[in-house]
């Protein structure tokens, strides 16, 4: 065996979760791991694949997540951009629902400001019902100008925005009924037809503070940012269960985003995952994505500039080794943040349809029924 040792026995100290660094505003989390198991989920298609529409390929993906006892898959969005393009998340998940039939569904995440929350809400009630209720809505703000524009919204205004929608959507998927005072999105009392059976959860992105808040106040969940260490992120959730009880509300579920790359092989993390992860994140901050880590003006400021980032640097921001070591590091992060699902950003070698299935199965054999 040929990876970091330290990716083996990993513990809160090994972290550094009770640093001084963490916020001591934060509540600690509650132990409730015992009684429950992590759900993983991962993106459809892939990180290679991301950009397909080979639809017979896509139904074939979520199938095979489906039969190996993944819980869930995801669909992003981005307009306008060719590399990712995935302009309309829900239409995606609407064919998916169709092709599948335990596999649970999670935007992740639609762009809420750049829509009408009406539109959402519809469309979002609509696939609930016609999935027997699998579909989850992830809702951020987004953070690409071009988007905005594109859209003819004005990009200053996404966060007041965002909590109008959010906030309307949690209340007529609550009450079966549209009727709302805001500045963005007055609207008048509206039945929701067709009404689900039950709420669709809604899923709010994010760890900066009005992002948590949103959560806290009208939120069922919380999606996560995935490049900040168990420490860090610690305190993110301290804050976010925090905020929820300040609320009167109990906190929801947390979908913990990580990237992930299941394999033996040292040289092959280093040399392929690690670079593609660095080079995937830096675009995001060429377009604007505040993301919310430490560290940032070493590895980042050193990968933009060409230079290697070894395994070690980047220990306890991702999950990386083989079937032991992985189960290992989720239950290491469950147990000290109380995640209920994860979503893989990326599984493992996936070059090919072929090379993604086999890393799949590895998955649902060696990793799924242990955590």
Known sequence: MDLCPSLIYLSQADFGLHSSKADETAEPFEAFWEVQMVKLG????????????????????????????????????????PEFPSPAPLTRMAWLAGKTERLNLLTGVVILPLYPPASIAEQVAEISVL????????????????????????????????????????QVFQTGEFE????????????????????????????????????????DGLLTENMSTLEVMSGYLGRYRQ?????????GSVVLYRNAYLSTSRKEIEEDFIPAVLKEHLGYRSHGAAENVDDEDT??????????????????RMLAGDPEQMIRQIKTWEKAIGMTHINLMGVGPETSPEARRKTLELWGKEVIPYV
């Open 180 to 219: 709302f005072h805001g500045k963005f999105y007055p609207m008048p009392k509206l039945p929701l037809a067709p009404r689900p059976a039950s709420p669709p959860p809604i899923f709010v992105g994010g760890t900066s503070e009005p992002a948590l808040n949103r959560a806290a106040r009208w939120g």
């Open 243 to 251: 905020l929820t009880r300040g609320a009167g509300r109990q906190p």
């Open 42 to 81: 991962t993106s459809i298609g892939g990180r290679r694949a991301i950009a397909a529409t080979d639809w017979t390929t896509i139904a074939d993906d979520a199938k095979l997540l489906e039969d190996l006892g993944f819980d869930f898959t995801t669909v992003g969005q981005h307009s306008f951009t």
């Open 299 to 316: 590895f980042y400021a050193r990968a933009a500039k060409g230079e290697t980032i070894g395994l070690e640097e980047l220990d306890g």
């Open 131 to 170: 999935s027997g209720g699998r579909i989850m809505l992830g809702a951020g703000v987004g953070y690409r100008q071009y988007e905005f524009d594109g859209y003819q919204i004005d990009m200053k205004t996404r966060g007041r925005r965002m909590d109008e929608a959010v906030q309307l959507l949690h």
